[in-house]
């Protein structure tokens, strides 16, 4: 039988989650419009003949310290006839069952110089009550970021890489929707409202697709993976990131990342 073993399990967590600051729960609002679509992974055995047949990886990724607590954010007085006096933060939104959403999911995997297919899935970000949605988002490094605005209000979408400008547009009109292109060098991309500075959301990329993010429940499924063993990587703003050493192809064996302490 296969052995999982935890490389990294963050022993941040529990400082930076549970106490000093105050964090969302499952009670979301609402489905996001754009997880980033299940990608293909990777092996790191020798290729074999088995190697043709892709296999998945099924996991969850959960929560099991104190239940966070949503923050309300204050808006502003030129948004408050569309969103209220304050929004619900979503940067870390955690189900009744502890599955954590928005958490990016990846395999290492060697750059892949393959300009037939560099874009990878389609990855939106919407503007929608006064928040982006998703909060957390995975892209392939130099494919595009589509942004949408489903508020009939003006927000700018602000994305800074360290600390510079990587683009910055204002989208005054409901509805309106566009593309941005994503930095070529994978990163971690801060987006930002330039009018309302409660809006934040983040976007990592990849120079590979074997990516994907969990979706409400905390769960991923990563497909097309050649068997062998692999290395799993999770993220996430708040929790920082956890690997396990897999093998994949072997039946069953759903993995679990665990953040937050153990009981
Ligand atoms: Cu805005």
Not at 23 to 49: F, V
Not at 169 to 190: I, S
Request: hydrophobic share 40%; net charge neutral; charged share 15%.
């Amino acid at each position: 039988m296969p052995t999982f073993h935890r490389l990294a399990l963050p022993a941040l967590l529990g400082a930076s989650l549970g106490c000093s600051q105050p964090t969302p729960t499952a009670s979301d609002a609402g489905s996001r419009a754009a997880q980033a679509a299940e990608r293909p992974l990777e092996r790191r055995s020798a290729p074999t003949a088995a190697a043709a047949e892709a296999a998945s990886l099924d996991g969850r990724v959960l929560w099991r310290g104190p239940r966070p607590v949503l923050l309300a954010l204050a808006t502003n007085a030129s948004v408050q006839s569309v969103c209220g006096a304050s929004v619900t933060e979503n940067a870390f939104r955690v189900d009744g069952a502890g599955g954590v959403a928005d958490v990016v999911v990846w395999v290492d995997a060697p750059a892949e110089a393959s300009p037939a297919a560099p874009a990878g899935p389609t990855v939106v970000l919407d503007q929608r009550g006064c928040l982006y949605w998703p909060p957390v988002l995975a892209a392939r490094a130099g494919g595009s970021l589509h942004i949408r605005n489903s508020d009939p209000l003006t927000h700018t979408v602000h994305g800074f890489m360290q600390g510079q400008t990587a683009f910055n547009v204002a989208m005054p009109l409901e509805h309106m929707q566009l593309q941005r292109p994503l930095p070529q060098e994978p990163q971690v991309l801060d987006i930002r409202c330039d009018v309302h500075p409660w809006m934040h959301a983040v976007v990592r990329t990849f120079a590979h697709s074997h990516f994907t993010t969990t979706g409400p429940d905390g769960h991923f499924r990563l497909t097309g993976l050649a068997p062998g063993e692999a290395l799993v990587h999770v993220w996430h703003p708040r929790l920082g990131e956890a690997s396990q050493r897999v093998q994949v192809g072997q039946a069953g064996a759903p993995i679990d990342f665990s953040f937050g302490g153990k009981p």
